[in-house]
């Protein structure tokens, strides 16, 4: 186990190295003066910006300058945004828990309508309800996700009027940033009439989150739904009808577990592409998360912003999958990919 | 196969039901039961340069600041145009028309927030400050955020007071160094703000003076909490504001660039009153019945300005080719939805110096393409188009105004390029004479004419910028002057004349069109008011 | 040697005939592989078909609703934009450039990616160890957000945006080639080439290739629907196809100016992306099933 959780730990550093060293280069390739890029700060006087200078070590080599501006990173300085002239540290870590939290409550969403529908369309495996599932889950799977966003705006938020469609909660509250997950910072915050204000942040969390959970909960249906034939026409389930048990019985006590936690991982995995899609729905529904930030910044050019974004989430995902990756291989043997490539 | 048909059917209804319900905590019908904190959300376009109007002319900015946060010396009556009192409780004028004095009022406040504390009320002191601060180059506050006021300089206020005096608390007097009509109003324009001395002394002790126009000091209805850029700006209400206000607690400015999408917020009340709805949207918010609009004539311009300063823009001749090329009917319809009505020169027809038959520019491609030859501008010339990304009262779009345009040029041979930038970096760029042409346009500060005629095409103004066409002649100038020395209509109206003939002849800019100003909001909000002279006012409005 | 045909009516399919017959028993994959060709037709002959100039704008005719409309207008069947431009031309512009520009990348990145993957299928080591692990951890990040990184560096732009989804599909295409290749050539009938005396390229070429081809045409369909999908994305956030360009992400985008008096402005092109992107996907999903049951048979 040990040397599972070292492989990946220098995996994952050397994948995080890779991509820092990615980002501190793009100083360098995207237009303008390099130490403009790598701080943010424009129109320094020129003591100011030899200060800045001695600070990144501009005038040593290459190598250098890069683990200087690793040593920035890890105590905090970001840079600053070309747009707003705000430390990027502060800005990126509220933006990221913004999409984060969308994210999560989507696959939350997904899971609770995408397992039990699998479950059911898998347990009714070529019958008329799988059938229907199936093009349902087609369907879902093939709606581009923006349109989606754009034809729940239309029909809920403007025609019906149930949901409000921009923000994370009306701009009436002002809710102090602690973690950066709204509905807990409501909870944990001093606020009058907190009450209506947590109604509030759930309702502006309603459309964003179906939009991006319809496309994942189709595949979660879909993963659910072969894991569960593979596992109702194995041996052991027969075993177990050979015994005596009733299906439900059967389906509770042997199916479910073992239907899920080969797909488990994969389930899990989902977060990556709903956290993408999470990216591209922020900016319909003005949700203030990273994806939104990023494109913003794309669009305004504000280079510090997108190498300080794009790191963080590419940091975010490889963070991620590597560690899922690590947790799967310690907890199910079954799940160790070969070592290495020869053979 | 294995499966039968009692599988754990109870489970999965079950599940969806809990799903369902959860969903469904979060709406509610109709806002029954759900109580909204007191308040008011207006979505506005963009975000604000600064929080002191005096150091930009972007409606942007001085819609947030100049009626939320400030007060003036005096104010116009939104409905007659008529200056009534502000900060100044009365005045009085020489007879030679060189010396005002005003009588301030007493007991005014000033805002206290997290950063401020006043220990004395508004007095004498705050006035000298605010005037001296863009008046005297040597201030110490002169070159505090750039050291530019362009309204003001555009006017020429600086030059035109020679001093200003402390009689007593209360009294201030403010000799002039020739008699003009215009200064009253020029008091009274949204720029004309007062400041809060006591502030400015406290930030310069910190060494920290900028700070005053980015965290800013009042005596306003409204007092500044946060400014998120691109975002929002939160205010909250002036408890001890000394007119009469409405009981709103909170006013937010929710900013939102996309003119859809504010529309959207507008009907779903996530907004209680947009900025600049687009024509196309006019007749949607008239059909929604809990939505309003209000229209009324606006004083307004819309106009395309010719770099006088970049050849061949240099040449009238040029210049009243290209005016020649473009069917400005044509844009009436597609740009403003009949909305505006064309111009035929700068000033509107709703002003006093509005001349019925003055003669511009008419659409002949074939003349036009012929004076451009003759002017050596040859087939396939290439030139730009600067064209506004925010909607302004005067063009609600100018980026589509710039592809029509596109179409026009091209049948005359020049090929035209669309330049746009995000609006400050476009008003930044611009001021450098970037451009070789550029769609922009001015809405009136105040009901008199001067308002137009010297900021746009006035010498002086090039250098504070609002002159787009870089134009500066020395007769234009003269009877701009002239006119200001005169106090009857008629003998103004005269000179003002002769200018519009001169701007139709020399053609620095080709008027587009005047437009119908609109505000939109919900029915339930009331006490909102078009103001023709300026910046939007929320002192009054409220909501149930 | 001649197979002694004594009856004539005795057939034996091929593989390829084997999975033809399957796929062509489901008839919703069936069905859907006919969209797929009419959207092969339009993209070829689209300019032809198309009613009007796509960039045309026209004054008079801003904003008029589908034909089947009370206030629409037959000669405009899908009515008008906000610059009087004619939808239905639009659309079929912009099927043909999505679908095209797609079609595009998604063979080139095949051609690399398959390149590419069989070298590293066929090569052993360290080197592609870490390689490999390099390449599972690209793998992991979702296709549209590597584009938007891309995008982010080299800038906006169609151009731009072709080479960010091309590079961004490329790994799915190593991955599943190494590991296909990495199979095959465990198996005898390599072993035999091999013993031949066949170099590599032979051996891929002659033996592997042919026995990957089914695999590869559900991984084309596959990869696919993701290009489709991400250009269409980034043409949507102006990261990719820019207005006036007809190409169906950036129509939505303009639609949305006049989407609430104008509403067929962001549900046909919407649709059609729809439409796009569920035939591949059913025609993909018949493929694997078909291939399935083949390979269980």
Redesign the interface.
Same mark, same amino acid.
């Given at each position: 186990m040990l040397k599972i959780i070292l492989r990946h730990a220098s995996l994952l550093i050397l994948t995080l190295f890779v991509l820092s060293f990615f980002s501190f280069s793009l100083a360098y390739l995207f237009p303008g003066d390099p130490l403009v890029n790598l701080t943010g700060i424009r129109g320094s006087s020129e003591q100011e910006y030899a200060l800045l200078a001695e600070q990144y070590a501009m005038h040593s080599s290459f190598i250098v300058q890069y683990w200087q501006y690793v040593m920035h990173l890890f105590s905090g300085n970001w840079g600053l945004s070309f747009s707003s002239g705000l430390p990027l540290a502060e800005e990126i870590s509220r933006s990221l828990a913004a999409s984060v939290e969308l994210s999560a409550y989507a696959l939350i969403f997904s899971f609770l309508i995408g397992l039990p529908l699998g479950f059911l369309s898998g347990l009714r495996h070529h019958k008329f309800t799988d059938f229907t599932l199936l093009t349902a889950s087609v369907i879902g799977y093939s709606i581009p996700v923006f349109w989606a966003a754009l034809i729940a705006i239309l029909i809920f938020s403007i025609q019906l009027g149930w949901f409000p469609l921009s923000g994370r909660i009306s701009l009436l509250y002002d809710v102090p940033f602690e973690t950066g997950f709204i509905l807990i910072d409501i909870l944990l915050s001093d606020l009058p009439d907190k009450e209506f204000a947590f109604q509030d942040a759930l309702r502006h969390l309603v459309l964003p989150s179906v939009s991006i959970a319809i496309v994942t909960c189709t595949i979660v249906l879909r993963i659910t739904r072969r894991s569960i034939v593979e596992v109702m026409s194995s041996e052991y389930i027969q075993a177990a009808y050979a015994r005596g048990l009733s299906p439900r019985q059967v389906f509770l006590r042997h199916g479910v577990k073992n239907a899920l936690i080969p797909i488990l991982p994969l389930l899990v995995m989902q977060f990556t592409t709903l956290l993408t899609n999470a990216m591209i729905v922020e900016t319909i529904f003005s949700w203030p998360g990273i994806g939104n930030g990023l494109i913003q910044a794309i669009y305004q050019r504000d280079f510090p912003a997108i190498r300080a974004g794009m790191l963080a989430v590419s940091a975010l995902v490889l963070t991620f999958t590597i560690t899922i990756d690590m947790v799967i291989q310690i907890f199910d043997p079954a799940g160790r990919r070969p070592e290495n490539a020869t053979s | 196969? *294995?499966? =039968?048909q009692?599988?754990?059917s109870c489970?999965?209804p079950v599940?969806?039901i *809990? /799903?369902v319900m959860l969903?469904l905590?979060?709406?509610?019908?109709?806002n029954t039961h759900? &109580? &909204?904190?007191?308040?008011i959300?207006y979505c506005s376009e963009g975000n604000p340069a600064s929080f002191n109007p005096q150091l930009d002319t972007s409606g942007t900015t001085v819609d947030v600041s100049s009626h939320q946060i400030y007060d003036r010396l005096l104010d116009f009556d939104l409905i007659t145009g008529e200056i009534i009192p502000g900060l100044a409780s009365s005045w009085i004028t020489s007879t030679d028309g060189l010396t005002y004095t005003f009588q301030l009022r007493k007991n005014i406040v000033f805002h206290s927030t997290s950063y401020f504390a006043p220990t004395r009320t508004f007095d004498a002191d705050d006035v000298i400050f605010s005037f001296n601060r863009w008046r005297d180059k040597n201030h110490p506050y002169h070159e505090v955020s750039g050291g530019r006021y362009p309204y003001i300089n555009s006017v020429g206020l600086g030059d035109l007071i020679s001093d200003i005096k402390r009689i007593n608390r209360y009294r201030v007097e403010i000799t002039l160094v020739r008699p003009e009509s215009s200064f009253l109003a020029n008091l009274a324009t949204d720029f004309s703000i007062i400041l809060s001395a006591e502030y400015a002394d406290q930030l310069a002790k910190a060494d920290t003076p900028e700070l005053i126009d980015t965290h800013p000091i009042g005596t306003g209805p409204f007092k500044f909490n946060s400014f998120r850029?691109?975002?929002?700006v939160?205010f909250d209400a002036h408890p001890l504001y000394w007119r009469e206000r409405s009981t709103t607690e909170?006013l937010?400015f929710?900013i /939102?660039p996309? =003119?859809?999408?504010r *529309?959207?917020?507008l009907?779903?009340?996530?907004c209680d009153s947009m900025a600049f709805p687009?024509h =196309?949207?006019l007749?949607?918010i008239r059909k929604r019945k809990e939505l309003t609009l209000d229209e009324k004539p606006g004083l307004n311009v819309g106009f395309w300005a010719f770099n006088t300063a970049k050849a061949p823009f240099g040449n009238p001749e040029v210049r009243r080719a290209l005016a020649m090329a473009i069917d400005k009917n044509?844009l009436m319809?597609?740009i403003y939805f009949g909305s505006a009505i064309p111009a035929t020169s700068i000033i509107p027809p709703s002003s006093w110096a509005f001349q019925p038959d003055t003669r511009s520019s008419t659409y002949n491609p074939l003349g036009a393409a012929k004076l451009l030859r003759e002017n050596g501008v040859e087939e396939g010339f290439s030139m730009t188009i600067w064209a506004m990304p925010v909607e302004r009262a005067y063009n609600p779009n100018a980026m589509?105004m710039a592809?029509?345009m596109q179409?026009y040029l091209r049948d005359v041979g020049i090929d035209a390029n669309i330049v746009s930038y995000?609006w400050s970096t476009f008003r930044a760029r611009l001021n450098q004479g970037l451009h070789d042409s550029v769609l922009i346009g001015w809405s009136a500060d105040n009901g008199d004419p001067d308002n137009f005629f010297r900021p746009l095409l006035t010498c002086s103004a090039i250098d504070s910028g609002t002159n787009r066409a870089r134009w500066c002649s020395k007769e234009y100038d003269k009877l701009i002057d002239q006119a200001l020395t005169y106090t009857n209509q008629e003998d103004r109206a005269y000179f003002y004349s002769k200018a519009i003939e001169m701007i139709n002849d020399e053609m620095p800019l080709m008027p587009i069109a005047h437009a119908f100003r609109y505000q939109a909001y919900r029915d339930d909000l009331t006490g909102i008011e078009i103001n023709p002279y300026g910046g939007i006012q929320f002192r009054n409005v409220s909501k149930p | 040697m001649p197979r002694l045909n004594l009856y004539q009516e005795e057939y034996y399919p091929s593989p390829i005939q084997n999975t033809w017959k399957e796929f062509k028993e489901n008839h919703a994959a069936l069905l859907s592989l006919y969209c797929v060709i009419f959207f092969i037709f339009l993209m070829i002959f689209g300019p032809f078909l198309a009613p009007y100039d796509p960039l045309q704008q026209n004054i008079d005719l801003l904003l008029v609703p589908p034909a089947w409309d009370n206030n629409g207008d037959i000669s405009y069947l899908f009515g008008t934009d906000g610059l009087g431009r004619d939808m239905l031309s639009r659309i079929i512009y912009g099927c043909r450039m999505t679908f095209g520009i797609s079609l595009v990348l998604v063979i080139i990145s095949m051609l690399v990616g398959v390149a590419l993957g069989a070298m590293a299928g066929m090569s052993k080591g360290l080197r592609s160890s870490v390689v490999n692990h390099l390449l599972d951890s690209i793998m992991a990040i979702p296709t549209l957000l590597i584009a938007i990184i891309i995008i982010a560096i080299v800038g906006t732009g169609l151009v731009n945006s072709m080479w960010a989804i091309s590079l961004a599909l490329i790994p799915q295409f190593i991955h599943q080639t190494r590991d296909i290749v990495r199979q095959k050539m465990k198996k005898e009938y390599v072993l035999a080439a091999q013993l031949d005396g066949a170099g590599k390229i032979h051996i891929f070429f002659n033996s592997i290739l042919p026995n990957m081809a089914e695999m590869l045409v559900v991984q084309v369909t596959l990869a696919l629907s993701v290009a489709i999908l991400d250009i269409s994305a980034l043409g949507f956030l102006n990261l990719g196809a820019q207005a006036p360009s007809p190409e169906l992400g950036a129509l939505l985008s303009e639609g949305l100016t006049t989407a609430y008096v104008a509403p067929w402005n962001i549900a046909l092109p919407g649709a059609a992306i729809f439409f796009m992107m569920m035939s591949i996907n059913l025609v993909g999903d018949g493929l694997r099933s078909a291939l399935r049951y083949r390979l269980l048979r």
């Open positions: - | 196969m *294995l499966v =039968s009692r599988h754990a489970f999965i599940t969806v *809990l /799903t969903t905590m979060g709406c509610s019908p109709e759900y &109580q &909204q904190p007191n308040g959300i850029q691109d975002r929002y939160r909170q937010i929710d /939102t996309s =003119s859809s999408l *529309l959207a917020k009907m779903t009340g996530e687009t =196309s949207q007749d949607i044509a319809e597609a589509k592809e029509l179409r995000e | -």
